[in-house]
C-alpha cells in the first residue's frame, strides 16, 4: 500500500496537497499531516522524505530526497525477490 503524507504546508494544506495529487496524476490517498506530527515521529528533515514500512510496522528504510534504485530493492527484499 502507498499512502502520501502532506506536510509542512502553512497556507490551505488541503487545497496544496490536492494541488500536488491533480498536477502529478497521482492516484494512491494523500494524507494531511497539518500540525506535523507524523513528520515529526519520523524525524522528517527535508523533503521528499521516504519511508517504507513493513508489515509488522517496523521501518524498514527512510530517506530524504528520492532514490529510486534504493527504494526498488528495499520493496524487492521485503517482497522476497
Do not use: C, W
Not at 502507498?2 to 490517498?29: C, M, Q, S, W
Amino acid at each position: 500500500m502507498v499512502i502520501g503524507v502532506n506536510t509542512g504546508e502553512r497556507e490551505d494544506p488541503l487545497e496544496k496537497a490536492r494541488g500536488f495529487r491533480d498536477k502529478h496524476g497521482i492516484t494512491y490517498t494523500i494524507l494531511v499531516d497539518s500540525d506535523d506530527k507524523v513528520a515529526a515521529s519520523y524525524g522528517v528533515e527535508g523533503f521528499p522524505t521516504n519511508v517504507i514500512i513493513d508489515g509488522e510496522g517496523k521501518v524498514r528504510y527512510l530517506e530524504a530526497g528520492f532514490n529510486q534504485e534504493a527504494i526498488d530493492k528495499t520493496l524487492q527484499e521485503l517482497m522476497g525477490k
